[in-house]
């Protein structure tokens, strides 16, 4: 790959990172700083990402009619701001749970128009010859990121405290503004440009008739319905069930990342030794199989058995992002870019407001009725066994072959 991909991919990773400590920490400030219980950290979760269901078509539409490059640099600099306000209002002993919704609102709809737009951008900075090895780049910076982030977060959060660990996010996203290196963006000579609702009105069609991205959209967003209930979950576990500091939650997290960073590396192999189609089948099972276990560790062993299911089931998460990204933009033209994948984002995403809702009620619930071990455990079961099933919605054999893709 060329020095501008590589600039791009420590771009992305710089603020990966960021994102990563701002994922662990604003839940880390809701339960320990706010006292907030799991339904209102669930309602954070949510609300982090309303993003897609408000602004994602829209967030398309304008990606393939302005630079994506000039996209992500805005976005940047507009999370930058929401974030940097968190650790301001708790200098002078003013946040509060009001502050942290419409922070992490702006946080999520932000993040909308970042990703599209850099999801977008690959074709112009890395070719369109191998766009496995491309995503792999990106999967692989993005797990690196993933490995760190959560340990750093965690021990900033026990070293400054959650609210104030928030400040390596903002330098982060000032790093990722200063280094994004320009591309040509060959769908900007694309004339004449027809009304916004117009181009978004495409987009939907693009993916509702085609056999192949119409299925992705609908799997991913099952399995980002059962994601966003673990999401939502998993630190209320932690911390209440399991008794454990935000270190361990890092450490946890941390061993999901490096799983992931082992799939992004194993990627080209794991599809070459299965086939696309058995890979896409074993990915998605396997993306929600191993949360089925979660009880066993109020039995004893309870951080290395809870690396241990997070570690496996996010190797098979790149595994897919990478094949179904590959399969994407094989199949569509870099002028309609932008607005396929807002609409396949936007259909995946809307599901993780109402999962997040989803997992909170029913910790709560059943929480009452098990207690605070294990319940929410069984609430992770549950978001398992739904990310799990979503393999019924993988693209048949069939349909890809006749698209032209290897399987």
Known sequence: MSRR???????????MLGDQIAESALPAIAILVLNASALE?????????LGYPLAGLFAGALTDRFSRRRMIVCADLIRLLSVASIPLAA????????????????????????EVAVQAYVPAIAGTRNPHTAYAGLEASRSVSQVMGPAVSGLLIKMF?????????????????????????????VQPRSRIVDEIRAGLIMVRKDAVLLPLALKSTTSNFGFAVILAVLPVFVYRGLRLEPLWLGIILTSGSLGACLGALSSRKVTRALGLARTMILGSVMLGAPWVFVPLSLTGAKVSLMCLIAAT????????????????QSIVDESSMGR????MKT????????????????ADWLTGVFGDGLGPALALVAGGTIRGSATLLVPSREDMQARNLQV
């Open 161 to 189: 405290g959650a609210p104030f660990s928030l400040i390596a996010n903002a330098a982060t996203s000032a790093v990722s503004v200063l280094g994004l290196p320009r591309a040509p963006e060959t769908h900007l000579r």
């Open 313 to 328: 089931s996010a190797f098979f998460l790149p595994v897919w992002n990478i094949n179904a990204a590959a399969i994407r």
């Open 91 to 114: 200098a002078f002993d003013l946040l509060h749970l009001g502050q942290m919704y419409i922070a992490g609102f702006i946080i999520g709809t932000a993040a909308v128009f970042f």
């Open 5 to 15: 991909y590589s600039k791009f991919l420590v771009c992305q990773s710089t603020s």
């Open 41 to 49: 950290a669930g309602a954070l979760n949510a609300v982090i990402n």
């Open 340 to 343: 396929v994948v807002a609409t």
């Open 347 to 362: 259909l995946t995403w809307t599901a993780h407001p109402t999962g997040a809702i989803f997992g909170a009620v029913l």
